[in-house]
């Protein structure tokens, strides 16, 4: 059985006097003036307990909490499953019921259920609540761009081989344990594996580490082979449990998957280390396991390895926007979409937009102008003049220091609520990630909002 709502409060849950629990009462309190949030939050998950029968479950309203004060504290499972055991602050916060301790397992099930897009709903509620208690409202905004990372170890070759060869072998290994025994064949080369990689990592003479890729490649062909002829034996299973045939169709589709990406990685390894040849980042493998993960280089930075996030900040330092995307666009390509998005969410244009340099471009300048934004600076002018960017320099001046606000933004985002690396899996695990730290963080902001003007 679903709520979307406690029935009754607790006498017993009031907050404590620091810091911390003044704020998640102000948060509280913002929630409680915008019941759509958890209306929203129901709709993802009635499909995991039924609203009418069964056992009761965690509530709508409790899981949304309880996925706030995750990203608010950036804990772990674990850390929030001990945290809402053991502090009364958090449980008043979530709104739990005496007896009521929900296991790490049953909170992931729970918030994970939590689509991007439900987010994303959630955060336009929070924004139009802020625009309207004159918190926030849009008028002046300044946009960035930042990376954040998937949850991978560096991806260089020999490892990325290495993987390959070791979830191979691992499903070859389960598949021996279905009852009637598949009659395929192979030998476990993990520990050459590890051998031939170790011995590249530390070669100091080009000739020794191209001859470890060229012996390494060798394996990783051989464990190929044998995957190959285990997906052909696992077609043609059969056994009188259908448990087991069950299990062996499920593992053929995981030998399809794994060998599909490890030929690819075969193929760009022999290109790069035994050809010379340069591989176009958009056909290049980083990872068996978060295989969402873009290659994104800007300017003369460190590569990084995730996904490109595109944020408009007010000047209260609410997040206004976010925008993840796939690929490696330029940010000029995106400015256009930032602006429109921002009309949706207010039914107008801002007034003053001030973003980073590499959303400048003459064809950007025209189309924000036409569009009736009456300053637009762009901190680097790339060939602009700042008279047809903004009324004045003194104007320029304050709106490029008003932009290197949203870096500040940006630190605390990173710092305070764990956006530097997405730790959730797949695709749809970051968008959730991430959009579930911006409603954090926004909550987080005018709590403090909140707080100042009481």
Excluded at 197 to 225: C, F, H, P, S, W
Aim: glycine fraction near 8%; proline fraction near 2%; charged fraction near 25%.
């Amino acid at each position: 059985m679903r709520r979307k709502w406690n029935p009754q409060l607790s006498i017993f849950h009031t907050m404590a006097s620091h810091e911390i629990g003044k704020e998640l009462a102000a948060i509280s309190e913002i929630l409680d003036d915008n019941p759509r949030v958890v209306e929203l939050a129901y709709k993802d998950l009635v499909g995991i307990i039924s609203s009418d029968t069964g056992r009761e479950g965690m509530s709508a309203e409790q899981v949304l909490r309880c996925a706030i004060v995750k990203q608010h504290r950036t804990m772990s499972y674990e850390e929030l499953a001990f945290h809402l055991e053991d502090s009364h602050s958090f449980r008043a916060f979530t709104r739990l019921k005496m007896g009521q301790y929900p296991s790490a397992s049953t909170l992931q099930e729970n918030i994970t259920a939590l689509k991007p897009t439900t987010w994303e709903s959630m955060h336009e509620v929070v924004t139009r609540y802020a625009a309207s208690k004159k918190f926030e409202k849009g008028r002046k905004v300044r946009m960035d761009s930042t990376t954040v990372e998937s949850n991978i170890h560096y991806p260089t070759d020999s490892r990325l081989l290495q993987d390959g060869i070791r979830i191979i072998t691992r499903l070859l290994v389960e598949g021996k344990r279905l009852g009637p025994k598949p009659g395929y064949r192979f030998s476990d080369h993990r520990r050459v594996a590890k051998k031939r990689v170790m011995t590249i990592v530390n070669a100091k003479r080009k000739k020794v580490r191209q001859q470890a890729y060229r012996d390494l490649l060798g394996v990783a062909e051989r464990v190929r082979g044998y995957g190959l002829e285990a997906i052909e034996v696992l077609e043609v299973f059969t056994s009188e449990e259908a448990e087991q045939i069950i299990r062996a169709r499920a593992l053929r589709g995981k030998l399809e998957r794994a060998l599909m990406i490890f030929t690819r990685v075969i193929d760009q390894t022999e290109r790069r280390v035994i050809h010379g040849e340069s591989v176009p980042a958009s056909e290049k493998v980083v990872s068996f396991f978060e295989t969402h993960t873009d290659i994104i280089v800007k300017g003369g930075r460190e590569t990084q390895y995730g996904h490109k996030v595109f944020l408009t900040g007010g000047s209260t330092g609410l997040i206004l926007d976010c925008l993840v995307v796939r690929g490696n666009p330029k940010d000029s390509s995106i400015f256009s979409q930032m602006i429109k998005r921002q009309q949706v969410l207010y039914n107008r244009v801002p007034r003053q937009v001030a973003a980073d340099g590499g959303f400048a471009s003459q064809d950007n300048l025209s189309w924000a102008k036409g569009e009736g934004i009456k300053d637009v600076m762009f901190c680097k002018k790339k060939g602009l003049s700042v008279l047809d960017m903004v009324k004045s320099h003194w104007v320029y001046k304050q709106l490029r220091n008003f932009r290197a606000g949203i870096e500040g933004n940006i630190s605390r985002l990173k710092r305070a609520f764990a956006l530097t690396r997405c730790t959730w899996r797949g695709w749809i695990g970051f968008q959730q990630y991430v959009w579930s730290a911006i409603v954090s963080y926004n909550l987080s902001v005018l709590g403090r909002l909140k707080m100042a003007t009481t």
